[in-house]
């Protein structure tokens, strides 16, 4: 499917989150050709329904706008996929589905003469279940990799069990961006970004919150924020059971400490010091030469993914920072990270769009979807990942699948609410307490 100035382009992009909705409406802006004139690039954006899927202050928030908008469960985008006809379609899901997606599409696009170019990857810092999530998403055509150090993590999986690694395509992170830092605000401001499942448990997460107060305290001369990601009962990519909002209720904190939303960009605009425990914040930060901290005060470990930032210069405690310790970033290990600090984010994209069209304009089209995953390869894996999305073996719709050609009606709006908001709750109050229960 050639593309020329004449024709517009069209370019869907599955997400299931904020967080992913907010990478893969970006991520299709910047691969799709001739990026930069949007008026020739139409993108329709499909929410996947379930329990993160985004509030509309979260869309707000996010920033990234769509030419349509809608919700959908995993069946009626596959049904619409049959009647659309897209040039690429970005699927920004976890792995399992991803998986299910490419498996679906496949049984919709059987026959068809020419289908959409298949784009997937990671929202951020891929820093555990590396040959799961990969194996996974392996069956697209571009599996993006955020960094150097990703795409040959990447290759080396894909060849290790065999697999086609020739969709691994180097890029970055597509949400980087802003001014380059040019020395301290007035007044220093110092920003401490949140995320929603890491640390997980009361203690940690008050102990960092006790951390950042006090460090307000001792430095009243600065401004010290608590950059939150979600209000109590919105979910983001990772559940939170135990909100910092929750935990600041009733606490004496200092004229100087308060709670911030909004987008990351506008809050790193005015930020002199960016501390985190693993948030892909920190690339952010990097990325415009930010003074950047990674937190060792509960340990260097793989479940907090501060693991990843090994060799960085940027790992330190609060100790250290109330000290005035401040740290300088390694250039070596950012130039692996995906972070184009030097210049070089104008060029990240453009072997992932030299791909693209060297796709869409295939002779014949392109060819079935191919899964390393089949039910002959992961019999007792694969018929599992595809039934959580109503799913059989083979990628064809169980039946009794919710039906993609009936819109929901009032009652059915009010029940998918409802569910939602029991499950929330019951995540955000009921788990925990079970949870204390048990260690009693």
């Known amino acids: 499917m050639p593309v020329s100035a004449t024709k517009s382009l069209r370019v869907a992009v599955l997400a299931d989150s904020d967080t992913r909705w907010k990478w893969g409406a970006l991520t299709a802006k910047r691969l799709a050709p001739g990026e930069g004139d949007d008026s020739d690039v139409r993108l329709d954006g499909y929410l996947l329904r379930g329990r993160a899927t985004p509030t509309a202050r979260q869309l707000q928030e996010v920033g990234v706008h769509a030419d349509s908008l809608r919700e959908v469960t995993a069946v009626e985008f596959l049904r619409e996929m049959e009647r659309q006809s897209y040039d690429i379609l970005v699927l920004s899901l976890v792995g399992g589905g991803v998986q299910a997606m490419l498996h679906g599409l496949r049984a919709a696009w059987a026959g068809r003469e020419k289908r959409p170019v298949v784009v997937t990857g990671y929202v951020g810092v891929v820093y555990e279940k ?4 990969l194996l996974l998403r392996h069956g697209a055509d571009l599996v993006l990799a955020n960094s150097r150090q ?3 993590r ?7 069990v065999g697999a086609d690694s ?18 301290e605000h007035r007044p220093c401001t110092v920003v401490f970004a949140a995320q929603p499942s890491v640390p997980d448990s009361r203690k940690d997460r008050a102990y960092l919150l006790d951390r950042l107060i006090q460090h307000a305290r001792r430095h009243p001369e600065r401004e010290v924020l608590l950059k939150l990601r979600s209000k109590p009962g919105e979910h983001t990519t990772h559940i939170e059971e135990l909100p910092y909002q929750k935990l600041v209720q009733g606490m004496d904190v200092p004229a100087n400490f ?3 939303y909004g987008h990351m960009g506008e809050v790193l605009d005015h930020t002199d010091l960016l501390v985190t425990i ?3 914040a920190a690339l952010e930060a990097l990325h415009r030469r930010i003074p950047t901290v990674v937190l060792t005060d509960l340990g260097i470990r ?3 993914g501060n693991h990843h930032f090994v060799g960085s210069g940027c790992l330190a405690s609060w100790d250290q920072l109330d000290a005035g310790h401040r740290p300088v970033a390694d250039p070596e290990w950012v130039a692996r990270q995906g972070v184009a600090a030097d210049g070089s984010y104008a060029t990240a994209f453009d072997a992932g769009r030299e791909r693209i069209a060297k796709l869409l304009a295939r002779p014949g089209g392109l060819p079935p979807l191919n899964p390393y995953y089949t039910p002959e390869t992961a019999p007792g894996y694969l018929p599992g990942i595809l039934a959580r999305h109503h799913l059989g073996p083979d990628g064809v719709p169980l039946p009794g699948a919710p039906a993609a050609d009936k819109a929901p009606g009032p009652v059915r709006q009010i029940v998918r609410r409802a569910a939602r908001g029991a ?14 229960m048990g260690e009693l």
């Open 130 to 133: 590396l040959a799961d999530g």
């Open 150 to 152: 990703d795409a040959e």
């Open 154 to 160: 990447f290759r080396a999986v894909y060849d290790g």
């Open 166 to 183: 020739g969709a691994v395509t180097e890029v970055a992170l597509p949400f980087l961006g802003g001014a380059p830092y040019e020395g």
């Open 258 to 260: 308060r709670l911030v």
């Open 278 to 280: 693993s948030s892909t």
């Open 302 to 304: 793989e479940t907090l």
């Open 423 to 436: 499950y929330r709750h019951g995540v955000q109050r009921v788990a925990p307490v079970i949870r204390r």
